[in-house]
């Protein structure tokens, strides 16, 4: 029967115990240090006024969907999906724009229909 000596576990040992090591970790893995703004959204929001006056921050979805809503437009928002509380890395957000001027922001998007004209 075969048996590992010492000096083969202790090299085995010390293979896995490199990857602690930040430095030989960045060299031998190939990834850079980690970006903490690389996956996060750039959250456009914009400031919406209720017919009683309050103000609401609500997020617009779809890149290049803030193109589609006008200064008077009427929106229908819902909300973003945690019962009242900010969603993710927006903060303070939490309403979400569904439709601009009785069309929905995705049928806008994808050019299946125009935006009414009043």
Known sequence: MWYRSWSQTDQSYRKRQMWADKAYKKSHLGNEWKKPFAGSSHAKDIVLEKINGKKIASFVPIDDCLNYIEENDEV???????????????PGIRFKVVKVSSVSLLALFKEKKEKLRS
């Open 76 to 90: 229908l928002i819902a909300g973003f999906g945690r019962k009242g509380h900010a969603v993710g890395d927006i």
